[in-house]
């Protein structure tokens, strides 16, 4: 016969703070897990990001090459350009853009926690992607 173990669930829930970016994708990874000590006392979990922004998102994507984000942010604008054929102008015309931009990435990510980290893989970084002129 098995025997059980029982295990305990615990939780946190934090507020992490980030400065402002300017447009454009940038790796946070290390700004993010540098305000995650607690991730240490996990041995596994789920890490829930979220932002509270609508013209802003966040993604995993390659983190050793300093050309990927750049190109990344040129891929979206390309995708969504700016321009006055939106009705939503009242902000700008960057403002709708990145209102689409932020729906296709999204505000949230899920990231496996083993071993006291976050689980990405070799070349993964968390990216925050900043879609206006002055965002914040």
């Known amino acids: ?70 190109d990344l942010h040129d891929a979206l604008d390309k995708l969504v350009p700016e321009g006055n054929h939106y009705r939503h102008l009242d902000e700008g015309y960057d403002d709708m853009p990145a209102h689409v931009k932020s729906s296709l990435m999204g505000p949230s990510l899920t990231i496996p926690i083993s071993k006291g980290k976050l689980a990405l893989g070799t070349w993964q970084g968390i990216y925050l992607n900043e879609h206006r002129n002055h965002g914040g």
């Open 1 to 70: 016969m098995a025997s059980e173990v029982a295990q305990q669930t615990h939780w946190l829930q934090k507020t992490l703070t980030l400065p402002n970016h300017k447009r454009g994708c940038h790796v946070i990874t290390r700004k993010i897990t540098s305000q995650l000590p607690e991730l240490t006392e996990f041995e596994v979990g789920l890490a829930n990001l979220f932002i509270l922004h609508t013209s802003a998102s966040l993604t995993i994507n390659e983190n050793a090459s300093p050309d990927v984000p750049l």
